[in-house]
């Protein structure tokens, strides 16, 4: 009789640690598509209105995992993107630049291919900080960006009016390349890399458009 009743402690013990698992394991981990997020219930880069008094997200790490799919032309592997917030992207990206010496004022815009920074600056090395700015921003976006940068404080109006334009019209499209145009007249920093220039572009996105994607 003893022996019974150890054998069925035994397996309650163990049906509870399994279901104690499970339900940890679904705390932590949230399976979309071929995508496993963790803490995915986070909406925002930086959650900068939590609540001390619950808890501190700064002390805790960011995973996500990712799968490439097996399948060619996946639409859930090409649109890791899609549902990039630009705005807050835009708004990280400004508030780096601004912690740059010399660095006063800064506005950028996030399209769906590059990001546009004018900023203020009274650095005695503009292309030096051309280069610390340009890099800011490629550290934050996914890196088929481009990143076009200038301290010619005139642009700043430009780059902040082009936010209120509708992405989709080709008049938009036609604005951003030629604000481009004017932006590249300024220092512009280091080649990204031996393949890549000073903005991120490759020989195969200059022959895809010219003089810039």
Same mark, same amino acid.
């Given at each position: 009789?003893?022996?019974?009743?150890?054998?069925?402690?035994?397996? #309650?013990?163990?049906?509870?640690?399994?279901?104690?698992?499970?339900?940890?394991?679904? @705390?932590?981990?949230? $399976? *979309?598509?071929?995508?496993?997020?963790?803490?995915?219930?986070?909406? $925002?880069?930086?959650?900068?209105?939590?609540?001390?008094?619950?808890?501190?997200?700064?002390?805790?790490?960011?995973?996500?995992?990712?799968?490439? *799919? !097996?399948?060619?032309?996946?639409?859930?592997?090409?649109?890791?993107?899609?549902?990039?917030?630009? $705005?807050?992207?835009?708004?990280?990206? *400004?508030?780096?630049?601004? #912690?740059?010496?010399?660095?006063?004022?800064?506005?950028?815009?996030?399209? @769906?291919?590059?990001?546009?920074?004018?900023?203020?600056?009274?650095?005695? @090395?503009?292309?030096?900080?051309? @280069?610390?700015?340009?890099?800011?921003?490629?550290?934050?976006?996914?890196?088929?960006?481009?990143?076009?940068?200038?301290?010619?404080?005139?642009?700043?109006?430009?780059?902040?009016?082009?936010?209120?334009?509708?992405?989709?019209?080709?008049?938009?499209?036609?604005?951003? #390349?030629?604000?481009?145009?004017?932006?590249?007249?300024? !220092?512009?920093?280091?080649?990204?890399?031996?393949? $890549?220039?000073?903005?991120?572009?490759?020989?195969?996105?200059?022959?895809?458009?010219?003089?810039?994607?």
């Amino acid at each position: 009789m003893k022996k019974l009743v150890i054998i069925m402690g035994l397996c #309650t013990m163990t049906a509870l640690t399994g279901c104690s698992k499970d339900m940890s394991n679904r @705390d932590v981990y949230e $399976e *979309s598509g071929n995508t496993i997020n963790v803490n995915n219930k986070r909406h $925002e880069l930086y959650n900068e209105g939590a609540s001390r008094g619950v808890r501190n997200v700064s002390n805790n790490y960011g995973f996500v995992r990712h799968q490439k *799919s !097996p399948l060619m032309n996946d639409n859930k592997t090409n649109n890791h993107y899609a549902a990039l917030d630009r $705005e807050q992207v835009a708004n990280i990206i *400004s508030k780096y630049s601004t #912690t740059i010496p010399n660095v006063n004022d800064v506005a950028t815009l996030v399209t @769906d291919q590059e990001v546009l920074i004018a900023y203020d600056t009274d650095s005695k @090395d503009r292309n030096l900080t051309a @280069d610390q700015v340009k890099k800011t921003a490629m550290s934050v976006v996914p890196r088929f960006y481009h990143v076009y940068v200038t301290d010619n404080k005139v642009l700043m109006r430009d780059v902040e009016n082009l936010a209120n334009l509708d992405s989709t019209s080709r008049n938009s499209r036609n604005l951003v #390349t030629g604000l481009v145009a004017q932006m590249k007249k300024s !220092p512009q920093g280091q080649r990204m890399s031996p393949s $890549e220039d000073q903005n991120g572009l490759t020989p195969d996105d200059y022959s895809k458009s010219r003089p810039h994607r």
